[in-house]
């Protein structure tokens, strides 16, 4: 097979460009071109000094394809490449005839920076549509994930089934979404109709006490490229510092209830309003990514969800047993026989990060937490979350039926994770997770600011100052 490939040679005052005649056995796989620096001389060219690799192609069966693609200016020089196929090697000849051309140096300069322009621009266009894909293959795989989890629905509440045979059968895991009513609150609809991609987006609460931590995680939400996402904003402050930084705002309308505390109250105090708030949020038909501000997030977590439950939540657990679960033995000596008794373990979700569906057992859940967390004013939102999403049916109450998900805690990782084992570690730190939670640590900032440099800006040095753990507050 010979393939013919134009070529355009010029001459210097004083000196010949050469090309390079070469024979050599590679393999099938790939195959580098490379062209001479100008003005190389004949002597550099037998020395096999090869210098300035312009592109690369791939031989696939009996056909070559550019891996870049260069157009010269051609007038009468020609190379020819000639392929002699022989027990799967290829012997490759490079052959040129050197023809000189005069110009002056003006016009090769001008090419140059002509062709240099056109590979720029060539290469953006070639980004747009990389990303234009990548996007477009997302919404195909999220309407594929619906449409799955609809026919599983249609399957198990259309109508009475038959149990299919031995290892076959699984039940509903995915309740069917609730019907939007825009009536509950339509400034907020309007506002997520704008920000929404494919109804859902991550909302988080933010106050004037968590101002520095707000900025450092919209800064990564923008730097990732996440487009849905909203700040609820618990004060004028925090409300105008968002609208002065482009980020999209929500302030409610007044409401004492949730105001007094909103404007004064902690974080533990903050977090608990969050359950009555984004009652709104799935009422309009909307799935939230719920986010706690004292978070960095690395990529766009929408990536990496499943979907297929009511919630679907990182876990404050730090390996596969504290994450998963585990079968725990208590130990009583007294019972003789007997003295082994099995427990079922699982650490807590966290209540900082969680994805909820507009479903009935979502609905239900904010109902149960918010309200407990009304009457026990001691208690902690957290706490509460997990025994209403865990706790059983028993004599006297009524247990949640939410199906729920844990999300992989590398991915989605806490800072116990992070600060105690994957910066120790030189296989789990070259892993790039999606959100970095800085839950267990007081410090927060600080150690937002550190996982920033570490992972972002390259710093391997960045986590080294901190302790595994933190003083007593």
Not at 55 to 78: A, C, E, L, T, W
Not at 110 to 126: D, G, H, P, T
Not at 240 to 251: I, T
Request: hydrophobic share 40%; glycine share 6%.
């Amino acid at each position: 097979m010979i393939l013919g490939i134009p070529l355009s040679l010029r001459k210097s005052p004083d000196r010949v460009v050469w090309a390079h005649t070469l024979s050599g056995e590679f393999s099938t796989s790939s195959i580098s071109f490379w062209l001479l620096r100008p003005q190389s001389t004949m002597q550099e060219v037998l020395q096999g000094s090869l210098k300035n690799n312009f592109g690369r192609g791939r031989v696939s069966g009996n056909s070559f394809k550019y891996g870049i693609y260069i157009q010269f200016n051609v007038k009468r020089p020609k190379s020819l490449i000639v392929f002699d196929w022989h027990k799967y090697k290829i012997h490759i000849l490079f052959s040129l005839s050197f023809h000189q051309v005069n110009s002056d140096s003006c016009e090769s300069s001008e090419r140059i920076n002509m062709l240099k322009s056109e590979f720029v621009e060539a290469s953006e266009k070639n980004s747009e549509l990389r990303k234009e894909i990548k996007e477009l293959t997302e919404k195909l795989r999220l309407a594929d994930q619906r449409k799955d989890n609809a026919q599983k629905q249609v399957l198990v509440l259309g109508k009475q089934q038959k149990a299919g045979p031995f290892g076959t059968v699984k039940g509903l895991r995915t309740s069917p979404a609730i019907i939007p009513d825009e009536s509950v609150n339509p400034r907020l609809a309007k506002i997520l109709e704008k920000v929404a991609v494919q109804r859902e987006l991550i909302v988080a609460l933010a106050n004037s006490n968590v101002k520095d931590m707000l900025e450092v995680w919209f800064t990564n939400i923008k730097r990732v490229g996440i487009p849905n996402y909203l700040v609820i904003a618990l004060d004028e402050k925090i409300a105008k510092f968002c609208e002065s930084k482009d980020v999209p705002v929500y302030k409610r309308d007044p409401d004492e209830g949730i105001d007094s505390v909103a404007r004064t109250g902690g974080n533990h105090a903050v977090s608990g309003l969050k359950f009555r708030i984004l009652r709104e949020f799935l009422q309009l038909g909307y799935s939230v990514l719920l986010s706690d501000v004292d978070i960095v997030y690395l990529q766009n977590p929408f990536h990496y969800l499943y979907r297929d439950s009511d919630v679907e939540s990182m876990t404050d657990g730090h390996n596969n047993m504290t994450a998963y679960g585990y079968n725990d033995v208590f130990d009583e000596p007294a019972m003789g026989w007997a003295r082994y008794a099995h427990t079922m373990r699982i650490w807590v979700y966290n209540s900082g990060f969680f994805y909820i569906r507009p479903t009935i057992p979502s609905i239900e859940l904010l109902d149960r937490v918010a309200n407990r967390l009304s009457q026990e004013p001691h208690s902690w939102d957290q706490a509460v979350f997990n025994e209403e999403l865990f706790f059983p049916s028993y004599p006297g109450y009524d247990g949640l039926h939410a199906a729920r998900r844990t999300m992989d805690f590398y991915l989605f990782m806490n800072s116990k994770v992070l600060f105690k084992t994957v910066r120790k570690d030189a296989n789990l730190s070259k892993l790039k997770p999606v959100i970095i939670h800085v839950n267990y640590h007081p410090d927060k900032l600080p150690r937002m600011k550190a996982v920033v440099e570490f992972y972002v800006k390259g710093n391997k040095d960045a986590l080294k100052p901190f302790p595994d753990g933190s003083n007593y507050l």
